[in-house]
Nanobody, 115 residues
Framework: VQLQASGGGLAQSGGSLRLSCAASGFTLDPYRIGWFRQAPGKEREVISCISDSDDNAYYADSVKGRFTISRDNAKNTVYLQMNSLKPEDTAVYYC?????????WGQGTLVTVSS
């Protein structure tokens, strides 16, 4: 059972990146998925979540209008499209699959945004 986050890297301010969160050993379909990030010296914060059933999405104010979460159950993958990146988006990004009974975390992927 594993979640693999990928897609991080270096981007310029105003640029875009797409993060992927792929599951192996289990299917993501029945799980809610969250993307979190942790910047240096700061606590981990939730930035976006997507429901398991009707694809309702939540976005933190800091990313609303710039980031889009989506899921492709056929590919067992959840995505985070990040547009209009800002230097303050620099952080390690984590994905989390959770239900009432289980909770899985992927390893982080580093996003660095240069000004």
């Amino acid at each position: 059972v594993q979640l693999q986050a990928s897609g991080g890297g270096l981007a310029q301010s105003g640029g875009s990146l797409r993060l992927s969160c792929a599951a192996s050993g289990f299917t993501l379909d029945p799980y809610r998925i969250g993307w979190f990030r942790q910047a240096p010296g700061k606590e981990r914060e939730v930035i976006s979540c997507i429901s398991d059933s009707d694809d309702n999405a939540y976005y933190a104010d800091s990313v609303k209008g710039r980031f889009t979460i989506s899921r492709d159950n056929a590919k067992n993958t959840v995505y985070l499209q990040m547009n209009s990146l800002k230097p303050e988006d620099t952080a390690v990004y984590y994905c989390n699959a959770y239900s009432d009974y289980e909770d899985y975390w992927g390893q982080g992927t580093l996003v660095t945004v240069s000004s």
